[in-house]
Each structure stands twice: as C-alpha cells, then as structure tokens.
C-alpha cells in the first residue's frame, strides 16, 4: 500500500486486501443484528430450520 489505507501499487495488491477483509468480514467480525455471530455462521445455522430468528419492528 502507498499513502492512505486505499492507494494500491497494483490490481493483484488491491484484490487481496478487499478478498481478506470480505473473508474477515463473513467468517469472524460478528455483527449484533444477527445474534452477535459472523454471517457465514449465521447462514449455516439458519439453514437447519431450528433456529429461531427474532423479529424486529422498525
């Protein structure tokens, strides 16, 4: 990376820092609106049909 946190030297430098953050992203940060788990894991959890997803009024 150069100056600031989005300068690239090059295409293939800039594809890699976009594909980890959307895997970090996905697969670890945890987000509160969905139960405080990641969203792959959500996702999975919620194809089993056993969970049960709270609604919530806007």
């Known amino acids: 990376m150069i100056g600031t ?9 800039a594809y890699e820092k976009v ?7 996905n697969k670890i940060r945890i ?3 969905i ?4 969203p792959e894991s959500f996702y999975l959890e919620s194809r089993k049909k ?3 997803i709270k609604e ?3």
Request: hydrophobic share 40%; charged share 30%.
């Open 50 to 52: 056993s969970m049960k």
């Open 31 to 33: 987000h509160g609106s």
């Open 5 to 13: 946190f989005n300068e690239f030297r090059t295409y293939a430098e």
């Open 19 to 25: 594909s980890d953050y959307f895997k970090f992203y």
């Open 56 to 58: 919530i009024r806007l």
């Open 35 to 38: 139960l405080d788990m990641a």
